[in-house]
């Protein structure tokens, strides 16, 4: 069977490019444009891994998402992988790490993401 990946992404670009990348890679990928048709997703389809991107509707949708995935019983287990570009969309002079109550992630890769990076932590963190 092969192992769903959900991308929550409003980057249609990017999401293409991901999808082909990892379809290439033997996973089965379904995506949201937002953080709301997204969790709607993650509780119906259960995917093993979710890639969510922060800025959407709100420059930190993304953070909100993940906190709510981990509060529902639902997808509390499902491993995600945050991607920003937040840090140089803001000029931030910091970055962001996984943090069990602030930013419930397994791992933040910031934009652009290169190819091997994206399929190795893919390939960490998915729930087999």
């Known amino acids: 069977?092969?192992?769903?990946?959900?991308?929550?992404?409003?980057?249609?670009?990017?999401?293409?490019?991901?999808t082909n990348l990892l379809e290439a890679k033997g996973y089965?990928?379904?995506?949201a444009p937002d953080?709301?048709?997204g969790c709607e997703k993650a509780k119906t389809d259960t995917p093993d891994?979710?890639?969510?991107?922060?800025?959407?509707?709100r420059k930190t949708e993304g953070f909100d998402v993940a906190r709510?995935?981990?509060?529902?019983?639902?997808?509390?287990?499902?491993?995600?992988?945050?991607?920003?570009?937040?840090?140089?969309?803001?000029?931030?002079?910091?970055?962001?790490?996984?943090?069990?109550d602030f930013l419930p992630v397994k791992a933040v890769l910031e934009k652009p993401i290169k190819p091997e990076?994206?399929?190795?932590t893919v390939a960490e963190h998915i729930k087999k």
């Open 1 to 18: 069977m092969m192992n769903k990946i959900l991308i929550i992404d409003d980057d249609l670009d990017l999401v293409d490019a991901m």
């Open 28 to 31: 089965e990928i379904n995506n």
């Open 35 to 37: 953080g709301e048709e």
């Open 49 to 57: 891994l979710i890639l969510l991107d922060v800025m959407m509707t």
């Open 68 to 100: 709510s995935l981990k509060k529902d019983e639902k997808t509390k287990d499902i491993p995600i992988i945050l991607i920003t570009g937040i840090r140089h969309e803001m000029n931030l002079p910091f970055g962001f790490e996984p943090d069990a």
């Open 117 to 120: 990076l994206l399929l190795n």
